[in-house]
């Protein structure tokens, strides 16, 4: 899992509330064999006119030029701002998944659903929770500000205005630890690697069969 | 102090480490991989730029997909349909990608995960086993802590070669007496799941010991341990015994010379001590055990070959009536109906329950100089293994189905789960060897009937249920 530290990055502002998973990545999408390949069907009802199937090549489909995404003012959009209880509905993990391939790598609300909120921390996206007055500034200032960027500094838990304004944000220190330095379940289990080659090697001089048979 | 369990025992073996919320990290000795749990699991290891932690724990096989009819020699391209084309075609690549021994389809070698690790003496006793399938609890026949994982857990064992896990609790399965003439392992285990119910053994790591268990084969073995996840318990184990070792002995994968005394001198200590405590004891009398046939939609729904399907009527639990009435209606009986009187459509015998040259030598004595029923649309043998099919046809087993009519096939799960062509058709019986009787398991509407091997046969040549008993002498 990438870790999370500081991040600078232009800001999408999507304002709709209740976006749910089914919304974030339909599921005919979830047929694959991949955990990747889902950025491109990223909100593809309303990035696109027709009807989306697995295995299109994107690039040949009409836009929605109406839809916030499709805007050329916010093309490389690394910050979504969002409304509130975003990500509701299924659990399925391919919506983290498929913010983080488009290239987001952190989401500002007023609040998130539960299931999603935890799928996008194993996935090295940061979901914070701003208040409801905060995010309501942040959406004007984006909105009336071309280009515009937000800081997030995870490790002072704030997120910084161009005109150096700041807020700070709430994280479980377990999660904010994992984040910031990149670890996943296996990340975690990894920190134990000395341990685990000891054992091995202690198990292989009780159980020499059980190495090296197969090559 | 009480005495240590066979679980105990391969417990302590493999802690690396207690966690402080309770879990362990367990080292894992041998990881098989096939086609459908995989590809996201590589593909996390590619994305994280990880290395998978020792190459020579993990083999692979592709079995769920592959087509089980004779053109698939013609490679993979001949794979009809994409998506198992893509799932065995990147098998494949992960595996050439990272250097993992893997038996690709028209390999000798190739078969169900479950037949080729014990066939290739890469399952062994003392082992931790796991595979991203819920049948790896088979392996647990030789003495072995083996069962399924989740396609997370798949990437964990790759990069880590180790799993987070919780302690179970021991249960313990006897069955002491001798198997009645023409009762098999798997009439063991269906009644033992009819017994406790599907989910009986929910939280347990099962232990299956008692004279009737140490009398059957390693094959025998195998079929209950495979069965123990259709009782709730991700985990089923019966002790080492001479058997265990004679079935191991000159497998490609086992001890070399050199180490094989050793081996088997620590071998011998995997039983459960006389005094180890076991959290709950089940017994049955093996001279009780008749021929099963599930009757329903879940393995619990089963009765002997001689009794009737239950009367919704006859139950007092409303939730129990409305459950039978549903399962009823689904596979298209009525109450009190004979099992003898249920016909059947299709047959298949394989699957990783009974796909072995044992399972396949039972149907064939049933089979020899008879022929399947004119009702019988289909009766399928799918071995479980290139090496189980050909050890048949050494034998002359290929020839004693084909003459009865049967279809002799190349192996895989093929109608166990009906994700190759191999299906049944809506509203079709199917007398199954295999170990799932869920709505539209093999097919969808198909009903699913699951017996033995040679129960299977005896339906084949009928063209329904019969006591396999009566045909053999
Ligand atoms: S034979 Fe059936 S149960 Fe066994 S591994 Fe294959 S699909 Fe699963």
């Not at chain 2, 990290?25 to 990881?31: E, K, P």
């Not at chain 2, 069965?227 to 079935?247: N, P, Q, S």
């Not at chain 2, 399962?327 to 796909?355: H, W």
């Amino acid at each position: 899992m990438k870790a999370f530290t500081q991040h600078t990055g232009l800001v999408a502002p999507l304002d709709r509330a209740n976006v749910d998973t089914d919304q974030i990545i339909p599921k005919q999408f979830l047929k694959s064999i991949k955990r990747t390949g889902f950025g491109p069907n990223l909100f593809d009802e309303w990035r696109y006119l027709d009807e989306g199937k697995p295995g299109q090549d994107c690039s040949q489909r009409p836009l929605n030029k109406d839809f916030v995404l499709n805007q050329p003012r916010y093309q490389g959009a690394s910050v979504l701002l969002a409304r509130e209880n975003f990500g509701c509905g299924s659990s399925r993990e391919h919506a983290p998944w498929a913010l983080e391939e488009y290239g987001f790598r952190t989401i500002i609300a007023p609040s998130f659903a539960d299931i999603f909120f935890n799928n996008s921390f194993k996935n090295g996206l940061l979901p914070i929770v701003l208040k409801e007055e905060e995010v309501d500034a942040l959406f004007k200032q984006a909105e009336a500000t071309e280009g515009y960027q937000l800081t997030v500094d995870l490790a002072a838990q704030t997120v910084t205005r161009p005109d150096g304004v700041q807020y700070a944000f709430e994280i479980d220190a377990f999660r904010k630890h994992c984040l910031l330095n990149g670890l996943d379940d296996i990340g975690l289990t990894l920190q134990n690697a000395d341990q685990i080659r000891a054992f091995e090697e202690q198990h292989k001089a009780k159980s020499p069969w059980l190495f090296g048979a197969i090559k | 102090m009480a005495g240590k369990t066979l679980y105990d025992k391969l417990w302590e073996m493999h802690e690396v480490k207690r966690r402080d919320d309770g879990s362990s990290l367990i080292y894992i000795d041998r990881h098989i991989l096939h086609e459908v749990t995989s590809p996201q699991a590589f593909e996390g290891l590619r994305l994280a730029n990880r290395q998978p932690w020792r190459i020579d724990a993990n083999i692979a096989t592709v079995d769920h997909n592959v087509p089980t009819t004779p053109d698939r020699k013609a490679g993979v391209q001949a794979i009809a349909d994409e998506t198992s084309r893509i799932q065995v075609q990147t098998l494949d690549e992960n595996c050439d990608d990272f250097g993992i021994l893997e038996f690709k389809m028209n390999d000798v070698r190739q078969g169900i995960v479950h037949v080729i690790g014990p066939e290739q003496g890469a399952t062994l006793p003392g082992m931790t086993v796991v595979c991203g399938d819920s049948h790896t609890s088979t392996h647990g026949a030789f003495g072995a802590l083996a069962h399924g994982i989740g396609t997370s857990e798949v990437e964990h064992v790759l990069a880590t070669q180790c799993l987070i896990a919780k302690k179970m609790k021991n249960m313990q399965v006897r069955v002491e007496g001798k198997l009645p003439f023409g009762v098999t392992a798997k009439d063991i285990v269906l009644a033992v799941i009819g017994k406790i119910g599907t989910a009986g053994g929910t939280g347990y790591a099962l232990e299956f010991a008692g004279s009737a268990i140490r009398d059957l084969s390693m094959e025998g073995r195998m079929t209950i341990c495979n069965m123990a996840i259709e009782a709730g318990a991700r985990v089923g184990m019966v002790a080492v015994d001479e058997k265990t070792i004679e079935y191991v002995k000159g497998r490609p994968y086992a001890p070399s010379a050199e180490q094989w005394e050793q081996a088997v001198a620590q071998w011998r200590e995997l039983v459960s001590d006389a005094d180890a405590h076991f959290d709950a004891v089940i017994e049955l009398k093996a001279e009780e055990i008749k021929p099963q046939v599930s009757w329903g939609t879940s393995p619990e729904m089963v009765i002997a070959v001689d009794e009737r399907v239950p009367d919704p009527a006859a139950e007092a639990d409303p939730v129990k009536r409305g459950s039978i009435e549903r399962a009823l209606k689904y596979m298209g009986l009525s109450a009190n109906q004979p099992v003898t009187e249920i016909k059947v459509d299709r047959v298949f015998i394989g699957s990783c329950t009974n796909s072995r040259i044992e399972d396949l030598r039972d149907a064939a004595a049933v089979a020899k100089g008879r022929k399947v029923a004119a009702n019988v649309k289909q009766a399928l043998v799918v071995p479980g293994s290139g090496l189980v099919k050909q050890q048949a046809e050494a034998e002359g087993l290929d020839k004693i189905f084909i003459e009865a009519g049967f279809e002799w096939r190349e192996p895989g799960c093929s109608m166990c789960l009906a994700m190759n062509p191999d299906k049944l058709g809506s509203g079709e019986h199917c007398a199954s060897t295999s170990n799932r009787n869920f709505e539209g398991r093999q097919g969808a509407g198909g009903r699913t009937h699951l017996v033995s091997p040679g129960m299977a046969a005896a339906a084949a040549v009928t063209g329904h249920f019969v006591d396999v008993r009566e045909l053999l002498n």
